[in-house]
């Protein structure tokens, strides 16, 4: 099954990062609200300029990317949990 | 009967997800709070730009969508319960 | 007595929907929340264009429409109890 | 002393409605909150498009309108009660 | 000391009226809530247009104007208490 | 050190308006809470019309403004202690 | 490791102010509620105008700026902490 999603809309997958500390302490919630990170499944058409015209995305499949911890919705597609935000949401793409 | 959303909003008949688990449990709402699915029935004909130019619908009828679960309004059409919201409500196309 | 609204601003007549049941049992409000029928009456000119040009209402007298149940403004024209509303909280035409 | 109204203002004489009932009694104001009828009295040259241009008002002194009942500023000209408001306050031309 | 307003504000000197009755009462404040007469005292060089370009003021030194009595704010040009306001706060022209 | 502001914000230092009355009692604050004066220090090259050109700005270094009191947010450049904020924030210029 | 930040975001590098007197004694968060220095580490491709076409940004890697106490959000990139911010926040540039 594969999920298009609309617009200037991105679907990602998190890149769970490693919550024990070392010494195999799990780091509370609190502790981790820096933005995460995320690997870009796939990217709407873009955004419509004024005239109708289409905007060309930034990012692509395979980008690693930062964004906002509190952005975007939780979608499940073929069974695996995902994430579709707005590019908007997207701060920056990872070399 | 039929019914022609106007501008860009879209009607669109839930799929309703299996609601009971494999041993008979009936799952409460609160767990079950992600974006539904969806089949598009009937498409405006698209918002317009500021130019005044129709812009052209991104779904068509017969396609199955995500939307967002608080997404649209009730309506009733031949007696079947179908709801209308936004083109921009539609989080994506799954193919 | 004719009345013309202004803009793109549509005057309609409500269609009363059966308020009892089968068997006489009159439906009390909180069970009739959804969109209401209506039949267009008259139609302003459309709404402007950032260039000033006029948009052509999607609707015209006598289209059977579903509008949202706390849309447009009573008026009384002529002894009639009218409803005026804005074309954008028409949600679409019945054929 | 004469009264110009800026911009897409529009200056109206309330028409008083008879507030007796046919057996004299005094209708209490939370009875009347439709849209109340007014005469034009002057107008002003219009609002402007985003290129500068004026946009003609569509109503015209002499005319007899519908505005919505908590529309418009109260104004003293020449001893008289009048009200100013924007052209879009006003829902109609009666003809 | 000269004092020009920038864009599209106004600069005006209020008419006091007579607060006085004829038998030589004081109105107190709550009874003159209506808007305020006043001199135009200097305009600024006008709004611009999203396409960069100036518009005229609509009115000009020594015009009196009608304004909302809660517009604008007092300031001080050589001792003397006048008001600065936008041009859209504005209501009219007294000819 | 000399500090550039962006786009249309302009740097201006206050000038102090004397705090004392004649027989040296201290005005408290809430007695001077018209606009203020300042000379304007250095100015950005301009805010940006939709199409992308910048506006050339209405005040230029050295100019004496009024602006709201509440206007504004302190910066120290130099160990001076001056006021950054938005040209639209400045009331006009006193010649 | 590189981080591209995404359209009109500037990620920056604070530069931490002395936070001892002379004497040695720590100032307390309260005391130091004006705008930060920091030094622009990349800058994004720019916004876009309503046509769709780039805004080259105004600041570049390197530059020395003045931005809101409370503006950004926190990032790490290779274990520096450093903000990511819209090139709107950044107050101007210390040359």
Wanted: without cysteine; glycine residues 10%.
């Amino acid at each position: 099954m594969a999920f298009k999603p609309l617009h200037d809309r991105v679907v990602v997958r998190r890149v769970e990062s490693d919550e024990k500390t070392a010494g195999g302490l799990i780091i509370p919630d609190s502790a981790k609200e820096k933005p995460s990170e995320a690997i870009v499944v796939s990217v709407g058409e873009g955004a419509r300029k004024d005239s109708g015209e289409l905007i060309a995305p930034s990012v692509a499949a395979g980008d690693k990317v930062l964004f906002g911890k509190w952005s975007g919705t939780e979608i499940t597609v073929d069974g695996e949990d995902l994430l579709i935000m707005k590019e908007s949401d997207i701060l920056g793409v990872i070399a």
